[in-house]
């Protein structure tokens, strides 16, 4: 995107005239001067580091359109509400747009209208992108949260796979990943997937001064979380892993008298947001959540999150706890911790990842429910119901979710994106019979339900899968989403179609005629176990270390640290001396002696098994009375002190 009249100092001029800022944030300006020279960049900025204004600030500068991909249509609005209230001409196109309008704001792009154009990244493998791709002139394609490319990324999404090849059709522009969290293993997997090996990497802002970090292990956690609720003024965010942990301390909150609400994903949508509004707003002061609460809210004077359960990877750790504190003002991260939770996550796991047969057993169901024959290659794609494949393997989800994933990139068969108000419809009878049930029915809501629906959907839901907007058609026909679904699964039972709601739709199109044995690459399935257990031992490692917990978390990120920060648990001497036993004098030595020999960590206790959490409590205890020092938190490594080489003498 080189243009020769576009300078760092319209950079800045363009900065202070249309968002009032005189000087960059850390980073901004080393990311925007490597666009400007035509160069690929990889930008690792915090949140609230003001990532958007690196694809923004370069959209004004230069005649092109600058293409955003981004995964969150509530995001993506709100950034093109702020940039046309701005004078800035952004659009988006996502499916909550009725056909014809989005066919419009395509051909405004065609014809340049538009500074900015987002979409999600599924967008970009339809036949309408493909076939206009060419005819955008396109000077920098954005590729936001962009940790989601990686299969170490923690959210996932197989569409941003599929960046690198849309990138060719429009014309290879220079491209900008950016995100907030991803360790070098992450931003390796991002240059080498989106085909960037030349990219400038520009990684600032890791480190938040501003906020607390701490770790408790406690058997109460129900006390600790009071204690910090009521000594920590200002908003907060309670994280817990499940459903049933948000009704629980939702429920102990209230009843303490603190301002709280719940917030997971079974909630219906308009529950959901009803809930994010009010606390906003300050109605409420806690949010009791599961992680389905906080990605693209910035709200920046959050004074405490609290994990009452250990995540699953310290990516998600970090950014849950970095909405502490956006506003600069000291807040806290807190995490409660006892071993029982190392078991759970470990549990879980084990129950989302599938061996090689299980994904075998995967395949064979979704085929069966979508009764296709050995030998048989559907001419459309299949949709089945993701519960009677649950049912029918006894998986988990999660491990139904994973095998799908993992089928799809053994190219076993391409797995069609779900979005989060669409379900599937399909029409059982022909559009004259359903028009004369609903002009025979009593009940006229039902009948004018009906009758709106016809208005909706496309002519192709009578021969074929349609994707139904749930949110578009409860605004037309003034119902809410729930009693819409209860409708379509009382016309379901009538015989007049059938319906898959919102995630619960599991939509593959096969590549080859179903196998009578499909062939697994067991090392792949293993690979993708690896990486979740890899991402669970540093997470824990984490959690048990006796060492400062900034240094730990910039080091995990990348990023060098002072040995201790002066103001988290560790540094400040919050936790009682380990306890060790004359008994373990025996591994106290072997410890001291496989350090010294250079042994790494996982092979201290090859021949005899130790309790993960007894070496941690033995290599805290070392590290107290100074006979070890910690040299790389991140893996665990040590070096002996004089005080440990004279115990070995």
Request: hydrophobic residues 40%; proline residues 5%.
């Amino acid at each position: 995107m080189s243009d020769s009249a576009a300078t760092m100092d319209d950079a800045r001029e363009v900065l202070r005239r249309r968002w009032g800022y005189e000087s960059f944030r850390p980073g901004q300006q080393e990311i925007l001067t490597a666009l400007l020279d035509g160069d690929d960049v990889l930008g690792i900025l915090p949140t609230g580091g003001g990532k958007s204004l690196c694809y923004q600030i370069p959209a004004l500068l230069t005649d092109g359109l600058v293409l955003v991909i981004s995964p969150l249509i509530a995001l993506m609005q709100d950034q093109v509400e702020g940039l046309q209230a701005e004078g800035v001409e952004a659009t988006f196109i996502n499916s909550t747009l009725p056909r014809y309008e989005a066919e419009q704001r395509w051909n405004n792009a065609e014809h340049g209208q538009y500074d900015l154009l987002y979409m999600a990244p599924e967008r970009m493998t339809t036949e309408v992108f493909q076939a206009r791709a060419e005819r955008l002139d396109v000077s920098l394609l954005a590729v936001d949260e962009a940790h989601c490319v990686s299969e170490w990324g923690h959210h996932f999404r197989p569409a941003y796979r599929e960046i690198s090849a849309a990138r060719g059709l429009i014309g290879e522009p220079p491209t900008l990943a950016v995100t907030a969290t991803a360790t070098p293993e992450v931003r390796d997997d991002i240059c080498d997937l989106l085909e960037m090996p030349d990219a400038t990497e520009v990684v600032r802002g890791f480190d938040r001064p501003n906020l607390v970090w701490s770790v408790f292990r406690t058997e109460h956690k129900w006390a600790k979380l009071k204690d910090i609720v009521t000594g920590v003024g200002g908003s907060g965010i309670v994280y817990t892993a499940t459903r049933r942990g948000v009704e629980r301390w939702t429920q102990r909150l209230q009843q303490e008298g603190v301002s709280a609400a719940g917030y997971h994903g079974r909630m219906s949508s308009e529950e959901r947001t009803a809930r994010q509004q009010d606390w906003i707003a300050d109605e409420v002061r806690v949010m009791v959540a599961t992680n389905a609460f906080g990605m693209g809210i910035d709200e920046p004077d959050v004074r405490s999150v609290v994990h009452m359960d250990v995540p699953s990877s310290l990516e998600a750790y970090y950014q849950e706890a970095g909405r502490a504190g956006r506003d600069g003002e000291r807040a806290y991260a807190v995490l409660l911790f006892q071993e029982p939770d190392a078991e759970t996550q470990e549990a879980l796991i084990a129950s989302s990842h599938p061996t090689a047969e299980e994904v075998r057993q995967v395949y064979d169901a979704v085929c069966n429910v979508g009764q296709v024959p050995v030998g048989s290659e559907p001419d459309e794609p299949l949709v089945v119901n993701q519960s009677a494949v649950q049912k029918i393997t006894e998986f988990s989800r999660s491990k139904v979710d994973t095998a799908a994933e993992l089928l799809d990139r053994a190219d076993a068969w391409s797995r069609l994106p779900n979005r989060s108000h669409h379900g599937m419809i399909r029409f059982e009878k022909g559009i004259g019979a359903v028009r004369r049930y609903a002009d025979g029915l009593d009940n006229q809501a039902l009948a004018d339900f009906v009758r709106t629906l016809l208005r909706q959907v496309h002519a192709d839901a009578f021969s074929d899968w349609w994707p139904l907007d749930v949110r578009s058609l409860s605004d037309r026909a003034e119902v809410s989403q729930d009693r819409l679904n209860r409708g379509l699964q009382y016309l379901e039972e009538r015989g007049l179609l059938r319906w898959q709601p919102p995630g619960n739709a599991l939509r593959v199109e096969l590549a080859f005629p179903r196998a009578r044995k499909l062939p697994v690459d067991g090392r792949a399935v293993q690979a993708a176990r690896q990486r979740a257990e890899t991402r669970l031992r540093s997470m824990l490692r984490y959690a048990r270390s006796n060492t400062c917990r900034r240094r730990f978390l910039l080091t995990y990120f990348g990023e060098q640290a002072a040995t201790q920060c002066g103001a988290c648990d560790v540094c400040l001497g919050r936790h009682d001396p380990p306890v060790v036993t004359a008994a373990q004098e025996e591994e106290l030595r072997r410890i001291l002696t496989q350090i010294q020999d250079n042994v790494p960590r996982a092979d201290w206790f090859a021949q005899r098994e130790v309790p993960r959490h007894e070496v941690d409590v033995l290599v805290n205890w070392l590290t107290e009375r100074g006979y070890i020092r910690m040299t790389d938190p991140l893996h665990g490594r040590f070096e002996l002190t004089d005080a440990g080489r004279d115990h070995l003498d």
